[in-house]
């Protein structure tokens, strides 16, 4: 008897071991990972339950509106496969769907490409959201078994979250209508496709104060975070409700989270009339936003090559995609005036904007001015200025000079600069200046386009590109 209560004891100690090994490595691991500063000590509270569970996947469903005051207008109950939301609101949402393919999975390569191509202060401001739309729950389990053991440190930090609306609350796929004389399994694809859209759009949106949705087959610019806040900010002021950082299907669009719950509303309204990238134009028209508001260059590039519809071939590319966006301009908000005619809605504003679009005037004389006015003084490290365009290639500046001003007073014309210093002379209806800010003793108030000798031919402002002094991180806070 006392050799059996002896042999029972050594298996004890034994089987210990391997458990505590693990308890310690697992102890190590975490607390690693827990350096991040940002990441709060209740939060780490929170991730560490989440992580302590990985193989019971019931422990996972929670309904939304009862985690962490996350409301959404659509009752919808998600299983999280993978991390939990945050309490701490962040600057952006990325949210991805993405469903089994035939052929191809992209979807590690698109989160991999996100977190690789943003800064460690830029990953403290982005969650990203992948919903596993896929009803084969094995394909799910697996492909959340992978992004776990390649992205644990973020979904340690917050920063990862997998997610998964039930079947059972999806609305009827049978019976479709069948409009655009599509095959009756492509309604249905592009059907479920918006109703997918749909729940990940309502899970996020209050996330974050700005959401992007991507395709799960995408590759991103260096810094697209830094890029996006360059142009939020010069949008400031102006009204808008969805900024195209990509001319490739739902892949760059950027919205304010307060809209969210509209959109989902409106993409589960209409799930069987067509396509989602066609909802989104509807959607954008009834908030009255006219026009697109896209920007060059293009931050995401598609990169899959087999669509996730039957596995079709799909090699669409983006030729205005840019691996480096840290380039693009600052263009402070400012007032442009021109004495120029304009011809029709071609005005002074399209210049400045990073959008595809630009001013056009007729036939400017000697005199004539482009003038820019910051809302307040400005260190300007560089400035470009194009004219002209490549259908257009006369209606360029042929005469004419840069200038930069200081001491600004209201006049009866509106505000002006009363003192300027000349920069350069354009030649070939383009100029560029850098180390602006070395070259000059101010901080400039004013940037002036003159006409220095008239012309008979129109003119195009195709850009106006300003760059300023004050630090990528800027952006980020």
């Known amino acids: 008897m006392w050799k059996s209560v002896e042999k029972m004891r050594c298996f004890r100690k034994r089987s210990m071991f391997p458990f505590l090994g693990f308890l310690i490595t697992f102890l190590l691991f975490f607390n690693l990972y827990m350096d991040d500063g940002y990441v709060l000590e209740a939060e780490k509270r929170q991730l560490g339950e989440t992580l302590m569970h990985p193989g019971n996947s019931e422990r996972y469903v929670h309904t939304f509106r009862d985690l962490s005051n996350f409301s959404g207008t659509i009752n ?26 035939k052929k191809g999975n992209y979807l590690l390569e698109t989160i991999k490409s996100i977190f690789d191509q943003s800064s460690y202060e830029e990953l403290k401001e982005i969650v990203v959201v992948v919903h596993l739309a896929d009803f084969d729950l094995a394909w799910c389990e697996n492909l959340v078994q ?89 949008r400031e002021g102006s009204y808008w409700v969805m900024l195209e950082f990509s001319k490739l299907g739902y892949i760059g669009k950027l919205y304010h989270s307060r809209d969210l719950p509209r959109l ?9 009339e067509m396509p989602c990238d066609w909802l989104l134009i509807h959607f954008r028209g009834l908030l009255a936003q006219k026009d697109v508001i896209r920007f060059k260059p293009s931050l995401f590039q598609h990169m899959g090559y087999y669509s996730s519809y039957k596995g079709a071939e799909n090699k669409l590319k ?41 001013f056009w005037g007729k036939p400017p004389s000697t005199g004539d001015f482009f003038l820019i006015i910051f ?11 194009v004219t002209g365009t490549e259908d257009r290639q006369q209606d360029v500046l042929h005469h004419g000079a ?4 200081q001491k600004s007073v209201d006049t009866k014309q509106g ?63």
């Open 76 to 101: 919808v109950t998600y299983r999280y496969l993978a991390g939990i939301p945050l309490p701490r609101k962040k600057y952006l949402t990325i949210g991805l769907s993405s469903v089994k393919r």
């Open 146 to 234: 992978e992004i776990t053991r390649k992205f644990a440190h973020h979904i340690i930090a917050g920063r990862l979250l997998v997610i998964q609306a039930p079947e059972e609350y999806y609305p009827s796929l049978d019976g479709l209508k069948r409009n655009y004389n599509d095959p009756e399994d492509r309604v249905r694809f592009r059907s479920k496709q918006n109703v997918d859209y749909a729940f990940l759009l309502n899970f996020c949106t209050n996330l974050s104060h700005f959401y992007m949705m991507l395709e799960d087959d995408v590759r991103c610019s260096r810094n697209f975070l830094t890029g996006l806040k360059k142009v939020i900010t010069s």
């Open 264 to 272: 989902a509303h409106f993409l589960l309204m209409f799930y069987q």
């Open 318 to 358: 983006d030729d205005d995609f840019e691996e480096d966006s840290i380039d693009i301009p600052d263009n402070p908000p400012a007032s442009l005036y021109t004495n120029i005619n304009v011809f029709e809605n071609y005005d002074a504003t399209k210049a400045y904007s990073t959008v595809d679009e630009y």
């Open 375 to 385: 809302n307040k003084s400005t260190k300007i490290s560089r400035i470009k200025i």
């Open 402 to 405: 840069l200038e930069v001003g």
């Open 415 to 477: 505000r002006q600069c009363t003192s300027y210093i000349t920069l350069g002379e354009f030649k070939g209806g383009s100029i560029e200046v850098t180390n602006v800010d070395h070259k000059i003793g101010f901080d400039i108030e004013c940037v002036r386009l003159v006409v220095t000798a008239s012309q008979k031919e129109w003119l195009i402002i195709r850009t106006i590109s300003l760059w300023t002094t004050q630090p990528v991180s800027q952006f980020i806070n």
